[in-house]
């Protein structure tokens, strides 16, 4: 009994953490494709230090061109927060902005049984397949939205920033994105604004994702089966109904782990 707490324990916690993950993962795969995406640009080059972060060093002495023919420096900083506390513009910061739980079915699928075949030949080369339970399988979605929030210092730079992030999130890498379990469902832009900072302006403008998340969980069934006996009976089996002569009758055994051997 305790073994099977364990395992019921162990189940629910993979579970838990299957479901937190894809609450979170929508932010770290956008993320990466957007840092895949600045990684190609010419101009608002993105460059990663040795640990993989936005390389952001002293910027004393360094040429006003830094970063565009070499990976000095990264041109533009994407993360979901500022890793210290002074700010690098222009910033791309992605946050996550609420999500809901949709089951797929009445009960999340639950009781859904998968069946495997598996084929059999006996030793006068008899085949026969016989479906037996492989696994159960549960599935869900997260449904919610994702925040992306452009800062620069000049309003042009707001204004590229936003036409590439929207492009290519909602045409060029909706695909990708698709196949790495983020599904964007719509895309909403606020509209620009500016604010006073310091002896500057800070412009932004903030682009609204509402996404999708799928979730599947298939737990095995092991040694449903052990063994399987084959029983055949001798008759006449031109009558009907048919005859059965009495007395004789073959049954074998066969263990399930030694016909998939032989297989």
């Known amino acids: 009994m305790a073994t099977g707490n364990t395992y019921l324990t162990d189940l629910y916690a993979i579970n838990s953490y299957v479901q937190n993950t894809l609450i979170i ?13 600045f990684s190609q640009d010419s101009y608002y080059h993105y460059t990663r230090d040795t640990f993989g972060f936005p390389k952001v060093p002293d ?25 210290f506390d002074a700010k690098y ?28 075949n598996t084929k059999f030949i006996d030793g006068y080369g008899n085949t026969t397949t016989i479906a037996t339970p492989n696994y159960f399988k549960e599935a869900g979605v997260w449904e ?6 452009i800062e620069t210092r000049s309003s042009k730079s ?19 994105l698709q196949n790495a379990g983020v599904f964007i469902k719509g895309m909403e832009q606020s509209s620009p604004s500016e604010e006073e900072d310091r002896n500057d302006k800070l412009f932004k403008q903030s682009i609204t994702l509402n996404v ?23 008759g006449n089996v ?26």
């Open 25 to 37: 993962h929508p932010v770290a795969v956008l993320i990466e494709t957007l840092r895949e995406i």
């Open 212 to 234: 999708r998340s799928e979730w599947r969980r298939e737990t095995p069934i092991n040694s449903t089966i052990d063994a399987i006996n084959i029983c055949v009976d001798f």
């Open 59 to 83: 910027h004393t002495d360094l040429a006003s061109n830094a970063g565009i023919e070499n990976d000095d420096t990264t041109r533009i900083f994407i993360g979901e927060y500022y890793k």
């Open 144 to 149: 919610g939205s994702v925040s992306i929030e």
């Open 238 to 263: 031109e009558t009907s109904p048919m005859q059965l002569a009495p007395n004789i009758r073959i049954n074998s055994n066969v263990e399930l782990l030694d016909a998939l051997i032989d297989l």
């Open 158 to 176: 707001r204004n590229e920033l936003m036409e590439i992030v929207s492009i290519f999130l909602i045409n060029n890498r909706l695909i990708q």
């Open 89 to 116: 513009h222009p910033a791309i910061l992605v946050k996550a902005a609420g999500s809901r739980y949709v089951p797929l079915s009445f009960n999340q699928n639950r009781g859904t049984v998968i069946w495997a």
